[in-house]
């Protein structure tokens, strides 16, 4: 289609009529609070879109006009779309903006209505069955509904032959895919959504007891005897089968949902690789159908295939291929999701509650093949698991079969949740205790004891020292989380071991009322600073010393001393300035009252021990130093005429007496409004110190010839 001969074609505007049913059927306008209790404007008329048609050289012209337009009374369409059925060719022309627009007829916007699916599109019959006559439909289809078939069919073979060979591909990888195991859907509804029992009302009979039933064992059972009476959406155990229920009486509701994602790892026929594929999964189960039966629908949202290490190597989904109207499986299709608030796409299949009962067959030849998948997946649980990084775990550790029938749980559960220490394993061994660098001996302590990889390091440790740790300190390293490595870290420096610094440390944290990560860390700090002052933290005296805190906040006393001093020395040289103006800052701001007196720092490093002592920001960065330094802005000391040496209120200031901020120790206002008084009085007084000395110069004026200007605090004075 030329897009010149196209603007030739007859032009289309708004007919009387149409202007009319405008005027009769205009814009409503309504505010609605929505439920995520937001004010929300909404826009609607009977009808959004109006049409008029004309068809020459075998060439549909559909003139689109919107309500809003005609209400205003503008005549022209605001789109204009051309179809062309021999060539399986459309276009479309926006005349206000003179644009040419590839979109489908979905796709254009119509300004003015909220929502278009509730408004009707105005058409003439003879419109209407010229439309369908042209298109050869058959039926007697709306317009925009007969214009939209045909675009999203044309559209559809368009990138159905410029994408053939991406669909092609996929369509490879998808056959390859098995089919889903016979009971899937059974095995979804028993063991995928939580459990519900479901219980009856009380009978007024005497002979009649009320009966629950539990929707996991199918079992109807009676509440006689029974130890906890139930109550509708409490949590409990079925009698029966031992799993978790909530309770639902029996009339309370009209209807129950659940819904989850459910994934199934399969083998490809190919045997290149694997798939994961993601289901989306919903139970119904209604009242006037009986709570014993439910519906259950099953639909596959996307899939995953991995390499032979589990890694991800392509994702699809299935859902609207490329705007074409067609769903299929496709990389990226046009199905968004929703999630707080916002649409995303995922790239990758999420957690979902693993099918279990094919994993044994389709991991066969693995090393790892003879694991409890169920218990691993926590398919009893009924929880949603990430499968790729499981069984890369399991790939990692193919003896963590051996581990988990030894019966050490915690060191399974700290493997799976990726917490285990690799440099603890030798995956080069056959023997699970040489695995664990252990001796016998040892491994069967290590079995006893349940420990993870603390306990596993600690008794390692035993094994290469031989030196002995008791079953009193593994206990207390699991209980308190104590990170094992970095403890014996500490006894390389000091010389003791795993077992007498444990003791020291525990004995330590029962005098200062500390918990392990404190002490330790207090501890970690003392011997540091210990070394920093030449001390042997080798000798018992040091590495043992039975007031720790107390030669803890010693050393960093002296420490922060030494610190101090470089940082005031630093400052001095840096900014020598507010040394040397202070004569001229101190005839500027001195003040005082009965009570108080502003004092001017003598020089920057007076700035930095006001900080220190007020415990605040001015003087641990040079911002506020560096400001008076350059007389932008000013520190002066509020203090109390009865101690001067003792810091009060420390005050940011302009020439001019203006008050930045106040603040006493800590960032505190003590006697704020009384300080607050104080300070305007301040203020009052350097001002009019500005004014008397703005006098003195406008005398010179007059006396000399001169001309006086301010430049920042100077005044300079130069020949009118």
């Given amino acids: 289609m030329i897009k010149k001969d196209l603007l030739a074609m007859k032009k289309l505007t708004a007919t009387k009529q149409m202007i009319k049913t405008a005027e009769e059927n205009p814009i409503e306008t309504k505010k609605i609070r929505t439920s995520w209790g937001c004010n929300h404007t909404e826009t609607k008329s009977k009808y959004a879109r109006y049409f008029r048609i004309s068809i020459e050289d075998g060439i549909l012209k559909v003139a689109i006009f919107s309500q809003n337009k005609l209400q205003q009374g503008d005549k022209t369409p605001i789109y204009e779309v051309y179809c062309n059925k021999t060539k399986d060719e459309y276009m479309t022309y926006e005349p206000g903006e003179d644009k040419w627009r590839k979109a489908k007829i979905d796709n254009l916007t119509y300004p003015g209505i909220t929502y278009l699916y509730q408004s009707e599109n105005w058409q003439q019959d003879k419109d209407r069955k010229a439309v369908n006559e042209y298109f050869e439909t058959g039926l007697n289809k709306d317009i925009y509904a007969a214009v939209l078939d045909f675009q999203a069919a044309t559209k559809k073979d368009q990138l159905q032959k410029k994408h053939r060979s991406e669909l092609e591909e996929i369509d490879e990888v998808m056959r390859e895919v098995p089919e889903v195991p016979r009971n899937f859907n059974d095995w979804i509804a028993k063991n995928c959504f939580r459990e519900i029992m479901f219980y009856e009302p009380e009978s007024k009979c005497h002979y009649r007891y009320p009966r629950m039933y539990c929707t996991h064992c199918k079992q109807w059972m009676d509440t006689l005897g029974f130890p906890n009476r139930p109550e509708h959406n409490k949590e409990g155990k079925c009698p029966r089968c031992g799993v978790n229920i909530k309770y639902k009486s029996w009339n309370k509701q009209k209807y129950v949902t659940d819904e989850t994602d459910v994934g199934l790892l399969q083998r490809l026929k190919d045997n290149s690789g694997w798939i994961l594929r993601s289901f989306n999964c919903r139970i119904k189960r209604e009242h006037d159908k009986g709570w014993e039966n439910y519906e259950i629908h099953v639909f596959e949202e996307s899939r995953e295939r991995l390499d032979d290490t589990f890694r991800q190597v392509e994702f699809f989904e299935f859902g609207e291929y490329k705007y074409t109207g067609v769903d299929r499986w496709c990389h990226n299709c046009r199905r968004s999701h929703f999630s707080y608030g916002y649409y995303y796409y995922p790239q990758e299949i999420e957690k979902v509650v693993m099918y279990t009962p094919n994993l044994k067959r389709e991991l066969r030849r693995e090393a790892f093949s003879k694991i409890d998948f169920k218990k691993i997946m926590k398919g009893r649980e009924r929880k949603r698991v990430d499968p790729k990084f499981i069984l890369r775990k399991l790939r990692q550790h193919p003896y963590i079969e051996y581990i988990q ?232 000391f509020l203090r109390k005429r009865s101690n001067l040496k003792n810091p009060y209120y420390t005050l940011e200031v302009t020439w001019d007496g203006d008050i930045m901020q106040y603040y006493a120790a800590y960032d505190r206002q003590p006697d704020k409004e009384k300080i607050k008084a104080v300070l305007d009085e301040f203020t009052k007084q350097v001002k009019k110190r500005e004014k008397e000395l703005e006098k003195k110069i406008h005398e010179a004026e007059k006396r000399d010839g001169l001309k006086g200007v301010r430049i920042g605090t100077q005044w300079e004075m130069y020949r009118a």
């Fill in 405 to 636: 029938k030894s019966s050490l749980n915690i060191l399974v559960n700290e493997i799976m949740n990726d917490k285990e220490d690799m440099s603890l394993f030798d995956n080069t061994k056959l023997k699970i205790n040489d695995v664990l660098k252990l001796e016998k001996q040892r491994f069967q302590r290590l079995k006893k004891l349940n420990g993870g990889c603390r306990t596993l390091t600690a008794l390692q440790y035993e094994q290469q020292t031989g030196q002995k740790v008791s079953d009193e300190n593994i206990s207390f390293i699991e209980t308190v989380k104590v990170d094992v490595k970095e403890v014996i870290d500490i006894t390389e420096k000091t010389g003791m071991n795993l077992e007498r610094t444990l003791n020291y440390l525990k004995k330590q944290m029962k005098i200062e009322e500390q918990s392990w990560t404190d002490i330790f860390r207090h501890y970690k700090d003392y011997l540091e600073m210990a070394a920093v002052f030449d001390m042997d933290i080798t000798d018992e005296i040091v590495c043992r010393q039975p007031k720790l805190m107390e030669y803890h906040n010693r050393y960093a006393e002296r420490k922060n001393r030494q610190k101090n001093r470089c940082r005031d020395k630093e400052v001095d040289l840096k900014y020598p300035k507010i040394k040397e103006n202070r004569k001229k800052f101190k005839e500027r701001f001195e003040f005082k009252t009965e009570e108080f007196e502003i004092v001017v720092p003598k020089k920057a490093s007076d700035i930095t021990r006001e900080g220190r002592l007020q415990h605040h920001c001015v003087g641990a960065s040079d911002t506020y130093i560096s400001n008076m330094n350059s007389e932008r802005y000013f520190i002066l």
